[in-house]
């Protein structure tokens, strides 16, 4: 590993030079096809999530929305091949923020440490460190990472991810890590991607989303309430290609005062919402769905069944 990282590393940051205009006709012209065309990557899962999600909707359509989910997604991947050499300048030109200063104020005025940020596997995700660019530099930006399991490209995507300058807290340490923050007192905004799949024993709350019941991550809204901090959620869109736009929509100034998984839920409405208007945008190829409601309750009703036979 230790010869191939500046090898890969190499040839991504070679690549990524050439202008994004070149990348996209690449996109079209290369990645699309083979991808949607010849290797099928996850078209079934991509269908069956869609048919699932949108059932008022026609064969048709469900094919129309797959193939911009593929368009976008082949750009998504160049766009995120890029980062190992944009400037600065581009990728504010490029990801804009909005209510970030307002965002900023609050949390000076009211006197907080944290600023927990809910976002999804929604538009270009990635882009998103460069928020280390907007914040004042007494202010320090992280967000919460699953570590890949291959180690060469897990270290490759630190480095990238790294480069705007925000830190990236592996998901098991967080709650070490933001104790570590507080002691500091260092205000610190933290980015929170919690739409992924958990595992069993992860799982506490389900709520409604698209189309099915769904199991949340509750880690953020609880640390953010022991940590009293303040919630925003990132309403991010794509004005055009290239270009993405996120609004800072605030969810809670004082979380200790809200109803436990309300947050989640609130949380999960408005991902919901953003990929009703444009499902194309969001990460339809990953197995969302793949742990269902019924069989965690059956896993539930078996594990008390077991703790009943095992105390008679």
């Given at each position: 590993m230790r010869f191939l990282y500046p090898i890969i590393y190499g040839i991504c940051y070679v690549f990524s030079l050439l202008p994004l205009r070149v990348h996209y006709f690449i996109s079209d012209v290369v990645l699309f096809p083979?991808?949607?065309?010849?290797?099928?990557?996850?078209?079934?899962?991509?269908?069956?999530?869609?048919?699932?999600?949108?059932?008022?909707?026609?064969?048709?359509?469900?094919?129309?929305?797959e193939k911009r989910y593929y368009h976008w997604f082949t750009d998504y991947l160049l766009e995120t091949l890029k980062l190992f050499s944009i400037s600065r300048e581009e990728i504010m030109r490029r990801m804009t923020f909005e209510g970030i200063d307002e965002a900023v104020e609050r949390m000076t005025n009211e006197n907080k440490t944290f600023m927990f940020i809910y976002l999804g596997h929604y538009c270009n995700w990635e882009w998103i460190a460069s928020l280390s660019y907007w914040i004042p530099e007494s202010f320090h930006a992280a967000q919460i990472y699953?570590?890949?399991?291959?180690?060469?490209?897990?270290?490759?995507?630190?480095?990238?991810?790294?480069?705007?300058?925000?830190?990236?807290?592996?998901?098991?340490?967080?709650l070490k890590r933001i104790i570590e923050l507080k002691k500091e007192n260092r205000k610190t905004l933290i980015g929170f991607i919690s739409d992924q799949a958990p595992k069993w024993n992860s799982m506490h709350h389900w709520t409604e989303f698209l189309n099915h019941k769904t199991f949340f991550f509750i880690g953020a809204e609880q640390i953010g309430k022991?940590?009293?901090?303040?919630?925003?959620?990132?309403?991010?869109?794509?004005?055009?290609?290239?270009?993405?736009?996120?609004?800072?929509?605030?969810?809670?100034?004082?979380?200790?005062?809200?109803p436990d998984y309300e947050l989640t839920d609130q949380y999960a409405k408005l991902l919901e919402e953003n990929i009703q208007k444009h499902p194309e945008y969001w990460l339809w190829s990953h197995k969302r769905w793949k742990r269902t409601y019924d069989q965690w309750l059956q896993r539930q009703e078996e594990n008390n069944n077991h703790q009943e036979t095992k105390h008679t």
């Amino acid at each position: 590993m230790r010869f191939l990282y500046p090898i890969i590393y190499g040839i991504c940051y070679v690549f990524s030079l050439l202008p994004l205009r070149v990348h996209y006709f690449i996109s079209d012209v290369v990645l699309f096809p083979f991808i949607y065309y010849i290797i099928q990557y996850r078209r079934k899962v991509v269908r069956k999530n869609l048919t699932e999600c949108f059932p008022q909707k026609n064969l048709e359509d469900i094919i129309a929305i797959e193939k911009r989910y593929y368009h976008w997604f082949t750009d998504y991947l160049l766009e995120t091949l890029k980062l190992f050499s944009i400037s600065r300048e581009e990728i504010m030109r490029r990801m804009t923020f909005e209510g970030i200063d307002e965002a900023v104020e609050r949390m000076t005025n009211e006197n907080k440490t944290f600023m927990f940020i809910y976002l999804g596997h929604y538009c270009n995700w990635e882009w998103i460190a460069s928020l280390s660019y907007w914040i004042p530099e007494s202010f320090h930006a992280a967000q919460i990472y699953h570590p890949l399991y291959n180690k060469l490209f897990d270290r490759i995507f630190l480095q990238v991810r790294s480069r705007p300058g925000g830190e990236n807290i592996p998901m098991k340490t967080v709650l070490k890590r933001i104790i570590e923050l507080k002691k500091e007192n260092r205000k610190t905004l933290i980015g929170f991607i919690s739409d992924q799949a958990p595992k069993w024993n992860s799982m506490h709350h389900w709520t409604e989303f698209l189309n099915h019941k769904t199991f949340f991550f509750i880690g953020a809204e609880q640390i953010g309430k022991k940590t009293d901090a303040l919630f925003y959620y990132m309403d991010i869109s794509r004005p055009r290609r290239g270009y993405y736009h996120c609004r800072f929509r605030l969810m809670a100034d004082d979380a200790k005062g809200i109803p436990d998984y309300e947050l989640t839920d609130q949380y999960a409405k408005l991902l919901e919402e953003n990929i009703q208007k444009h499902p194309e945008y969001w990460l339809w190829s990953h197995k969302r769905w793949k742990r269902t409601y019924d069989q965690w309750l059956q896993r539930q009703e078996e594990n008390n069944n077991h703790q009943e036979t095992k105390h008679t």
